[in-house]
């Protein structure tokens, strides 16, 4: 048997130190191991002391560690009291002694090691109360499959001190099972334990092990001391190979690094009539809002990553995916007078959605008992037109008075002009027909009622209302608001009749490809306009141009939903088209008549605006009997001038002083309606050919003055 270290260690200290007893005294008595040794003795002496003085048990094999230093420097110090070595060579045979005990008793080793004690300091053997230990499950009272559990587990080593009480088999499943941990001693928490410990366990892949906390139940303990561990390679082999919708959408979508992370599938929906599938889903957690990248949805779900067939809506915490066969909205919505005739609220089916619902906007503001703006955007050939169609035959149903103003004459508004009661196409048309809806807030201000005789504000549906509710359309509006004759009177009487006309029953309905300031769009007017409408904005030209349109109407701008020029599905592999140097299919449906709506709750629809048919009768749509102003507005109207046909040419004074004729009082004539707005304004007019020299107030103006110089 090899001799323990310990007790090498000591005998060598032994050895060493007997030789250094002996001559130091001698040679050097004021040395500084003799004053080492000595306070080493004083040590042994103090631990001696304490010894004697606690007693009791052990107390023997205490006196017994110090005494090698104590005797140390006894030695020492009779070394260095004899004379020489002393008689008979004392001091060696002292240090001789004292080694030779040291080595024979060992009392640092010996009595630091169990089992190894001497017989002095071995206490008298006491019967001592066993450790207190959970019983554990008798094994006759457990199924087989339990007993195999902990057999594999008590194989592993019991991973984080655990053990195994029970196991179940999943139904079905030949390898399935849970097994149901508890922590080896009571009262502690499981802690350490991982998938992969359990995995090593069972001989399976750590990705089919899952683990998860047991919950208090009656008749059984739960808690941090508990653990359930379901083991899962069948299922998860076929779940690999054939998963469901709700197992994919857990995998693939639900996932942090998935299209809708922290959501759950509620239920899928296959409606085969409309050829569209439904996902609807919610997210884990109710105080969380749903972050969907749709692109990522896409690929989790297996669908092709197309704006044209795949549809997001927000509701809340919950969201549905729509995924369509064919693009929802390239199909026709035809216009018809049921879906275009107002209900009592003033509103009317302008359209429908991806889902097939209706959208519906209004004629008129009745919670607000006024008239209804309407703000209407979108790029050439996106359906606006088709809109003011549908739009001016709803408030004609609901027996409205409609003008039309373009800056050039078209086919489609010369068609409408049938059906309204006045339409032009010219910025001069457009000045006289917002002067003469601004002087009419003044003449209707002033109008009895016939049931007491007074004037009150406009109230929707009130049939004792003396007049009918006037809408006002511009389209190209920012055209018309940098001509440089009549733009100036264009936005300045716009912007005053979107703040003033609703309360008189005038709506302003301006249309064109941007709603910024510089186009003449002002600040008060897209307040209002958006304030007192459902905004529509058709095709912009890209997604930046569509946020940047509806910015301030809804709670998130970057929620607008995108408008491709062309709805077209995607076929077969551009991998394989470019190896191959084959074209890309042309199958792309154009997205005229496709918009979004700001609803009054600042959310987005996407929709198809419904579709009137120029080239037929619209007579199917519109009501046989055209509305027009009162006799009385039009009395008044001529009063002031503003009331003859606008297609005529610039009367001389209408819009700016008339120059002097040289009838001697030196002072310009004006042809003023009496309202303001027929006179005193900033430009002259040449008495030969009705051409204006305006003044220079903005960059639009110096740069249209320049380029109509003759001789530059």
Same mark, same amino acid.
């Given at each position: 048997?090899?001799?323990?270290?310990?007790?090498?260690?000591?005998?060598?200290? =032994?050895?060493?130190?007997?030789?250094?007893?002996?001559?130091?005294?001698?040679?050097?008595?004021?040395?500084?191991?003799?004053?080492?040794?000595?306070?080493?003795?004083?040590?042994?002496?103090? #631990?001696?002391?304490?010894?004697?003085?606690?007693?009791?048990?052990?107390?023997?094999?205490?006196?017994?560690?110090?005494?090698?230093?104590?005797?140390?420097?006894?030695?020492?110090? *009779?070394?260095?009291?004899?004379?020489?070595?002393?008689?008979?060579?004392?001091?060696?045979?002292?240090?001789?002694?004292?080694?030779?005990?040291?080595?024979?008793?060992? !009392?640092?080793?010996?009595?630091?090691?169990?089992?190894?004690?001497?017989?002095?300091?071995?206490?008298?053997? %006491?019967?001592?109360?066993?450790?207190?230990?959970?019983?554990? !499950?008798?094994?006759?009272?457990?199924?087989?499959?339990?007993?195999?559990?902990?057999?594999?587990?008590?194989?592993?080593?019991?991973?984080?001190?655990?053990?195994?009480?029970?196991?179940?088999?999943?139904?079905?499943?030949?390898?399935?099972?849970?097994? +149901?941990?508890?922590?080896?001693?009571?009262?502690?928490?499981?802690?350490?334990?991982?998938?992969?410990?359990?995995?090593?366990?069972?001989?399976?892949?750590? #990705?089919?092990?899952?683990?998860?906390?047991?919950?208090?139940?009656?008749?059984?303990?739960?808690?941090?001391?508990? $653990?359930?561990?379901?083991?899962?390679?069948?299922?998860?082999?076929?779940?690999?190979?054939?998963?469901?919708?709700?197992?994919?959408?857990?995998?693939?979508?639900?996932?942090?690094?998935?299209?809708?992370?922290?959501?759950?599938?509620?239920?899928?929906?296959?409606?085969?009539?409309?050829?569209?599938?439904?996902?609807? *889903?919610?997210?884990?957690?109710?105080?969380?809002?749903?972050?969907?990248?749709?692109?990522?949805?896409?690929?989790?779900?297996? &669908?092709?990553?197309?704006?044209?067939?795949?549809?997001?809506?927000?509701? #809340?915490?919950?969201?549905?995916?729509?995924?369509?066969?064919?693009?929802?909205?390239?199909?026709?919505?035809?216009?018809?007078?049921?879906?275009?005739?107002?209900?009592?609220?003033?509103? =009317?089916?302008?359209?429908?959605?991806?889902?097939?619902?209706?959208?519906?906007?209004?004629?008129?503001?009745?919670?607000?008992?006024?008239?209804?703006?309407?703000?209407?955007?979108?790029?050439?050939?996106?359906?606006?037109?088709?809109?003011?169609?549908?739009?001016?035959?709803?408030?004609?149903?609901?027996?409205?008075?409609?003008?039309?103003?373009?800056?050039?004459?078209?086919?489609?508004?010369?068609?409408?002009?049938? =059906?309204?009661?006045?339409?032009?196409?010219?910025?001069?048309?457009?000045?006289?027909?917002?002067?003469?809806?601004?002087?009419?807030?003044?003449?209707? @201000?002033?109008?009895?009622?016939?049931?007491?005789?007074?004037?009150?504000?406009?109230?929707?549906?009130?049939?004792?209302?003396?007049?009918? %509710?006037?809408?006002? =359309?511009?389209?190209?509006?920012?055209?018309?608001?940098?001509?440089?004759?009549?733009?100036?009177?264009?936005?300045?009487?716009?912007?005053?009749?979107?703040?003033?006309?609703?309360?008189?029953?005038?709506?302003?309905?301006? @249309?064109?490809?941007?709603?910024?300031?510089?186009?003449?769009?002002?600040?008060? $007017?897209?307040?209002?306009?958006?304030?007192?409408?459902? !905004?529509?904005?058709?095709?912009?030209?890209?997604?930046? @141009?569509?946020?940047?349109?509806?910015?301030?109407?809804?709670?998130?701008?970057?929620?607008?939903?995108?408008?491709?020029?062309?709805?077209?599905?995607?076929?077969?592999?551009?991998?394989?088209?470019?190896?191959?140097?084959?074209?890309?299919?042309?199958?792309?449906?154009?997205?005229?008549?496709?918009?979004?709506?700001? +609803?009054?709750?600042?959310? @987005?629809?996407?929709?198809?605006?419904?579709?009137?048919?120029?080239?037929?009768? &619209?007579?199917?749509?519109?009501?046989?009997?055209?509305?027009? &102003?009162?006799?009385?507005?039009?009395?008044? +109207?001529?009063?002031?001038? &503003?009331?003859?046909?606008?297609?005529?040419?610039?009367?001389? #004074?209408?819009?700016?002083?008339?120059?002097?004729?040289?009838?001697?009082?030196?002072?310009?004539?004006?042809?003023?309606?009496?309202?303001?707005?027929?006179?005193?304004?900033?430009?002259?007019?040449?008495?030969?050919?009705?051409?204006?020299?305006?003044?220079?107030?903005?960059?639009?103006?110096?740069?249209?003055?320049?380029?109509?110089?003759?001789?530059?």
């Amino acid at each position: 048997m090899s001799t323990p270290r310990s007790v090498a260690l000591e005998r060598l200290a =032994y050895t060493l130190a007997a030789p250094v007893l002996a001559v130091a005294p001698n040679i050097t008595p004021d040395s500084p191991v003799n004053q080492v040794v000595q306070l080493a003795g004083a040590a042994g002496v103090g #631990g001696w002391v304490l010894a004697y003085r606690d007693g009791g048990q052990g107390a023997g094999r205490k006196l017994l560690r110090w005494s090698p230093l104590v005797l140390a420097a006894a030695v020492d110090v *009779a070394a260095k009291s004899t004379t020489g070595w002393g008689p008979w060579w004392l001091d060696g045979l002292l240090a001789t002694s004292w080694a030779a005990a040291g080595l024979f008793v060992l !009392p640092f080793s010996r009595h630091a090691r169990s089992r190894h004690r001497p017989a002095l300091a071995t206490p008298a053997p %006491q019967l001592q109360p066993a450790p207190a230990t959970e019983a554990l !499950p008798a094994p006759d009272n457990t199924d087989v499959l339990t007993r195999g559990a902990r057999l594999l587990w008590e194989a592993a080593g019991m991973p984080a001190r655990t053990h195994i009480v029970k196991a179940d088999r999943h139904e079905d499943m030949q390898f399935d099972l849970t097994i +149901l941990l508890r922590a080896s001693e009571t009262g502690r928490p499981i802690t350490g334990l991982s998938e992969a410990a359990v995995a090593a366990a069972f001989g399976v892949d750590a #990705g089919d092990v899952t683990l998860a906390d047991v919950a208090i139940q009656p008749g059984r303990q739960g808690g941090p001391g508990w $653990m359930e561990a379901h083991i899962t390679p069948e299922a998860n082999a076929r779940r690999r190979k054939a998963p469901t919708a709700q197992e994919r959408w857990t995998d693939k979508v639900a996932g942090p690094k998935g299209g809708a992370p922290g959501s759950v599938l509620v239920h899928t929906t296959r409606d085969t009539v409309r050829g569209v599938t439904f996902y609807r *889903a919610k997210m884990a957690d109710t105080t969380e809002t749903p972050r969907i990248d749709l692109a990522k949805v896409c690929r989790g779900l297996g &669908l092709p990553e197309d704006d044209s067939c795949v549809f997001v809506l927000i509701d #809340g915490t919950e969201f549905l995916i729509s995924a369509f066969d064919e693009p929802p909205l390239s199909r026709i919505f035809t216009a018809t007078r049921e879906l275009l005739t107002p209900d009592a609220k003033g509103m =009317y089916v302008c359209g429908f959605t991806i889902t097939g619902q209706p959208v519906k906007t209004m004629v008129y503001q009745r919670d607000k008992n006024a008239a209804a703006h309407g703000l209407i955007l979108g790029v050439s050939r996106s359906g606006k037109t088709q809109y003011f169609a549908i739009n001016m035959a709803a408030q004609s149903l609901n027996g409205q008075v409609v003008w039309l103003s373009t800056v050039r004459k078209d086919e489609k508004t010369t068609v409408l002009g049938k =059906y309204i009661d006045r339409q032009g196409s010219n910025a001069l048309w457009m000045a006289r027909s917002l002067r003469a809806a601004k002087a009419l807030c003044e003449i209707r @201000a002033e109008m009895p009622w016939t049931h007491d005789g007074q004037p009150h504000d406009y109230k929707p549906g009130d049939p004792r209302c003396p007049y009918r %509710q006037l809408n006002v =359309y511009a389209d190209e509006f920012m055209t018309a608001a940098q001509d440089t004759l009549f733009g100036e009177f264009i936005q300045k009487d716009g912007d005053d009749l979107t703040v003033t006309g609703l309360k008189y029953g005038i709506g302003f309905n301006p @249309a064109g490809q941007s709603p910024f300031a510089h186009n003449g769009f002002s600040t008060e $007017m897209k307040d209002n306009l958006r304030q007192n409408s459902r !905004p529509i904005t058709f095709n912009m030209g890209s997604p930046g @141009a569509t946020r940047k349109a509806v910015e301030g109407t809804m709670e998130n701008a970057f929620d607008v939903p995108t408008i491709p020029a062309r709805y077209s599905r995607s076929e077969g592999s551009e991998i394989e088209r470019a190896i191959k140097g084959e074209a890309a299919p042309e199958n792309g449906v154009s997205t005229g008549g496709v918009a979004v709506m700001v +609803l009054d709750n600042g959310r @987005a629809v996407l929709m198809r605006s419904l579709y009137a048919d120029f080239d037929t009768d &619209l007579a199917g749509i519109f009501p046989d009997q055209v509305h027009r &102003l009162t006799d009385h507005e039009i009395r008044e +109207l001529e009063k002031r001038g &503003l009331w003859f046909d606008w297609n005529e040419p610039v009367r001389p #004074g209408e819009f700016w002083p008339e120059p002097d004729d040289g009838d001697g009082d030196g002072k310009p004539r004006r042809r003023s309606g009496g309202d303001g707005s027929g006179g005193g304004g900033k430009r002259r007019i040449k008495s030969a050919d009705h051409r204006a020299e305006p003044q220079v107030t903005s960059p639009q103006q110096a740069l249209a003055a320049i380029k109509s110089l003759n001789n530059a």
